[in-house]
């Protein structure tokens, strides 16, 4: 049974970082494309970074870019979201996401990924 798990969000003033870990258990990550998402209250889930392959290009969302930085760990077999200077706007749920067969114009639809994670809970705020 595949499962993965997020964790490291928290509460940090505008401004702060954040490191969010992905761990899985049940599939290996190195073949999947992973990606992280956000939903804040009321709003859609929304396309936040995503990487194919290791190696490969990383995708990012207009809003974040230049701030976060997603990253993987084979040997931990995790995925990692590095998020700097952050906004109030930023506060969110925070979603880990995989797939293994998404074509690259499908990368930013959370309808495509068929394995998720719970959330972690971002906040930023004075």
């Known amino acids: 049974q595949v499962q993965l798990v997020e964790s490291g969000g928290g509460m940090v003033p505008p401004g702060g970082s954040l490191r969010l870990s992905c761990k899985a258990s049940g599939l290996t990550f190195n073949p999947y494309t992973v990606a992280w998402f956000r939903q804040a209250p009321g709003k859609e889930r929304e396309f936040v970074a995503a990487n194919r392959r290791s190696g490969q290009n990383t995708y990012y969302a207009e809003p974040v870019k230049g701030r976060f930085t997603l990253s993987r760990d084979s040997t931990e077999n995790a995925v990692y979201l590095q998020m700097n200077s952050l906004k109030p706007e930023d506060t969110a749920i925070y979603y880990c996401?995989?797939?293994?067969?998404?074509?690259?114009?499908?990368?930013?639809?959370?309808?495509?990924?068929?394995?998720w994670g719970r959330g972690t809970q971002v906040t930023v705020s004075s």
């Open positions: 996401a995989a797939d293994r067969h998404l074509i690259l114009s499908s990368l930013r639809m959370p309808g495509q990924y068929d394995h």
